[in-house]
């Protein structure tokens, strides 16, 4: 199987930066996109930002010029750098990627744990 495992979140003032990491494991093949989503309380769940194999990217309106996601291949690592974060960009964020695994290239979606990102002074 495969797991993604999430790290980075935390507190953080107006203004500020938080780093975002999501690292797949398991039997991978290869992962096709990979993406950063958020879910703010009673909120639905939004994409972010996504990040094809190639390195492709789309971001969502509200944080396009402050965040940028990045992928490194190798570590089968994705990662989110948020910079002037906004008390509206507090929520939990989960990474996604779209993965092949095992020895029949079976595919699956996975998620990780969540992160939680509050930016507050």
């Known amino acids: 199987q495969v797991q993604l495992v999430e790290s980075g979140g935390g507190l953080v003032q107006p203004g500020g930066s938080l780093r975002l990491s999501c690292a797949a494991s398991?039997?991978?093949?290869?992962?096709?996109?990979m993406g950063w989503y958020r879910q703010a309380p009673g909120k639905q769940r939004e994409l972010v930002a996504g990040?094809?194999?190639?390195?492709?990217?789309n971001y969502a309106d509200s944080v396009k010029g402050r965040f940028t996601i990045s992928r490194d291949n190798a570590k089968n690592t994705v990662y989110l750098q948020t910079n002037s974060l906004k008390p509206e960009d507090t929520a939990v964020y989960y990474c996604?990627?779209?993965?092949?695994?095992?020895?029949?290239?079976?595919?699956?979606?996975?998620w990780g744990q969540g992160a939680q990102v509050t930016v507050s002074s």
């Open positions: 990040i094809t194999s190639s390195g492709s990217t």
């Open positions: 398991g039997n991978i093949f290869t992962i096709n996109t």
């Open positions: 996604n990627a779209d993965v092949y695994y095992g020895s029949s290239w079976r595919r699956g979606v996975y």
